[in-house]
């Protein structure tokens, strides 16, 4: 299957930092990528879906001034916490979806992130 | 997206077949059915996934009933690292991206017992 990787696998910081993660398609190019954040026991919730070069989607309560992405290339997309706050500590995971044809999303390992 | 139920648990014993059920009883003939696993820690992995007919590949089997109501998903000989929670989901056919989201319920926790 197609791989994506996730970077940093784990950080903390402090309230009131941002906090930037990397998405990277290791080999194959993601038209689009998801982002999904899970909390401690609970499934995967889906924040948003972002299109290469295109403005991201964003899924109700979400607030896309908060969680900043960026799509630049078919291969890297970014999730930016902005001025983080303990409650947005949690395990975020991205997905990459491949180009025409290919209906499958293939996940990264996750980031945990830590705000104290 | 058809909403899917599943058992919240399930053991099995190692090197016997672990069969996970899942039932959605409300898909349409245009949407998929996927199956992921998640092991603890970890990213989702897809497994294999499904629209009328059945589907093997070297991880698993999915057998779909011929109503397409429900789906089985089997894992023909389970090792202690298939212990994970396994998430059935349906997804629509579509183009565009944001049509091809995946919505997860609770899933099966597996336990594959030595």
């Known amino acids: 299957g197609a791989v994506v990787s996730q970077h940093p696998s784990r950080v903390i910081c402090k309230s009131g930092t941002s906090v930037k993660i990397e998405c990277r398609s290791l080999d194959f190019q993601a038209t689009t990528m998801f982002w999904y954040r899970q909390f401690p026991k609970k499934s995967l919730m889906l924040m948003a879906t972002?299109?290469?070069?295109?403005?991201?989607?964003?899924e109700q309560g979400v607030e896309k001034d908060k969680f900043l992405i960026n799509h630049a290339s078919l291969t890297l997309s970014t999730l930016t916490v902005t001025s983080a706050h303990p409650e947005d500590s949690s395990f975020y995971i991205c997905s990459g979806l491949g180009l025409v044809g290919t209906d499958t999303q293939y996940f990264g390992p996750g980031t945990r992130l830590t705000v104290l | 997206d058809a909403k899917t139920t599943q058992p919240p648990s399930m053991d099995c014993a190692e090197g016997r077949a672990a069969n996970l059920p899942c039932n959605h009883s409300t898909i349409s003939g245009n949407e998929y059915v996927y199956w992921y696993r998640q092991i603890h820690s970890q990213g989702p992995q897809y497994i294999i996934h499904?629209?009328?007919n059945n589907e093997t590949n070297e991880m698993a089997s999915l057998i779909i009933t011929e109503d397409r109501k429900s789906s089985t998903l089997i894992l023909p000989h389970a090792t202690l690292r298939d212990t994970a929670v396994y998430y059935c989901?349906?997804?629509?056919?579509?183009?565009?991206?944001?049509?091809?989201?995946?919505?997860f319920g609770k899933g099966t926790l597996l336990t594959v017992n030595p």
């Open positions: 972002s299109n290469e070069g295109s403005k991201a989607t964003y």
């Open positions: 989901i349906v997804r629509v056919v579509h183009s565009g991206g944001s049509n091809y989201k995946l919505t």
């Open positions: 499904g629209l009328k």
